[in-house]
């Protein structure tokens, strides 16, 4: 095969040639779009770079506080479901899980299941509020008109 090499060469030279050359394609000239008319979709490209870090963290600041309210996390439309379904899977999760019915002065535990004691690093009983941090047990007396710490216990590092 003494020939392949001398093809090989002028395929690779044509290759690079073609390349390279300098034809006149042209300057893309930029998109602009009507954004009225395609419903408020805010699109990637119209997106503009920060300068500074200072500059990114007030727009964090400034888009943080939109999507808060006094009651928390504002729910936006982006998963939007129906109210009455909603009213009806709480209705029945409430029913079904042996949730307190209001009546009780208060609640043993964050998540009610029958028959399990889940940790905590708060516990009460009614009386006592049992409270476990920086490596010291806590209990204080809630029972009377103003809540008092009736004893602590040290319980050394390791603890949270």
């Known amino acids: 095969m003494p020939n392949a090499r001398p ?3 002028v395929v690779a030279a044509l290759t690079l040639a073609a390349a390279c050359s300098s034809g006149d394609a042209g300057v893309p000239e930029r998109a602009t779009v009507d954004l009225e008319s395609i419903g408020g979709v805010e699109l990637v490209s119209g997106l503009t770079p920060f300068t500074a870090c200072d500059e990114l963290f007030d727009h964090f600041t400034a888009y ?3 999507l808060v309210d006094p009651w928390g996390w504002r729910d936006g439309d982006d998963f939007a479901v129906a109210e009455t379904a909603l009213a009806d ?3 029945d999760d409430a029913a079904g899980s042996g949730a307190i019915d209001g009546t009780a002065a208060y609640s043993t535990t964050n998540v009610a299941s029958a028959g399990v004691d889940e940790p905590d690093l708060v516990k009460t009983d009614g009386r006592r509020l049992v409270v476990l941090t920086d490596g010291v ?4 007396d809630v029972g009377g008109a103003e809540p008092t710490l009736a004893g602590s216990l040290e319980l050394g590092s390791g603890g949270p």
């Open 137 to 140: 047990l806590r209990v204080v």
């Open 89 to 91: 899977t709480a209705r």
């Open 7 to 9: 093809a090989a060469l």
């Open 64 to 66: 943080g506080a939109e």
